[in-house]
């Protein structure tokens, strides 16, 4: 938009012939960088409508979606059945439940880390603390140091439920509050490892995932992501409380256009088609 059209959409607007719009968007850690790129982009073809981004977690976001004080929720696993009723108790509707982008889902090791590839029945065991030593692992003699992320996470819940198979992750596990905080960690020690999304992977190694021991590993590339060998890949979704209309039905609608996945690409994630 040329700087003569923008002067006078502002103009329109303060003189009120043109209704300002914000759009408010909360919820999981994994997706907010790429939901910061998508408002700024968007912003700077749309000046007449603000969106408001915010992180905290997918399970933040979907508490904000049901108290009435988000318009979009990101969230990096599907909303949970209680957590529509009690949508529905609020605002008579179940939620619309939108695909945005896929994710694989990476397990981290630091760069010095000479284990190459985990099976996911071994990544199982050392979150639960059955396998404890890099040794057993074909790596050095030292204590695995667990972190993970909060379990307001979706991305925890999503690792626990589909890795885990629901076991409790072992005692010895350090929480931290984001995705980024768990690459730092994992970044600064030698016998660290860490999971969460692969965008997200800076400074460290991504491990190989197998499925199980006679299979090969793959890393979360987006070919390996796409044909659905990576073995732990992810829906990122966006929920609103009924079906969008106006200016969020414009914005969810660019998201999903070429040019909004065009973003997803070059943040790090994986288009939906």
């Not at 929720?73 to 982008?101: D, H, T, W, Y």
């Not at 350090?174 to 992977?201: C, H, I, L, R």
């Not at 197998?210 to 987006?222: F, L, M, Q, V």
């Amino acid at each position: 938009m040329k700087v003569k059209a923008v002067l006078l959409l502002i103009t329109m607007m303060l003189q009120g012939s043109i209704a300002a719009e914000t759009i408010t968007v909360k919820g999981s850690d994994t997706m907010v960088i790429l939901a910061q790129r998508w408002a700024e982009l968007y912003m700077s073809k749309h000046p007449e409508v603000t969106i408001q981004v915010t992180g905290g977690g997918s399970g933040t976001g979907i508490s904000a979606l049901i108290n009435g004080t988000t318009d979009i929720c990101n969230s990096s696993r599907p909303m949970k059945q209680s957590e529509r009723e009690k949508l529905k108790q609020r605002f008579n509707s179940l939620g619309v439940e939108i695909k945005s982008a896929k994710d694989g889902l990476a397990v981290y090791v630091h760069e010095s880390n000479p284990v190459k590839e985990l099976t996911l029945a071994q990544i199982k065991a050392i979150y639960t603390g059955k396998i404890t030593n890099w040794k057993q692992l074909g790596g050095p003699e030292a204590k695995i140091i667990l972190y993970s992320r909060e379990n307001n996470s979706g991305t925890y819940v999503y690792f626990k439920d589909n890795v885990l198979g629901g076991d409790d992750y072992a005692a010895a596990t350090q929480s931290m509050p984001g995705t980024a905080a768990v690459v730092n960690a994992v970044a600064k020690d030698k016998f660290g490892v860490g999971y969460g999304g692969a965008a997200y992977g800076k400074g460290i190694k991504f491990v190989k995932i197998k499925r199980d021991d006679s299979s090969p590993g793959y890393e979360p590339t987006p070919e390996n992501v796409k044909s659905g060998d990576y073995p732990i890949s992810r829906f990122l979704f966006l929920y609103t409380r009924s079906r969008p209309t106006g200016a969020l039905k414009a914005y969810i609608d660019w998201i999903l256009s070429d040019e909004g996945q065009q973003v997803v690409s070059k943040v790090g994630y994986f288009p939906i088609r």
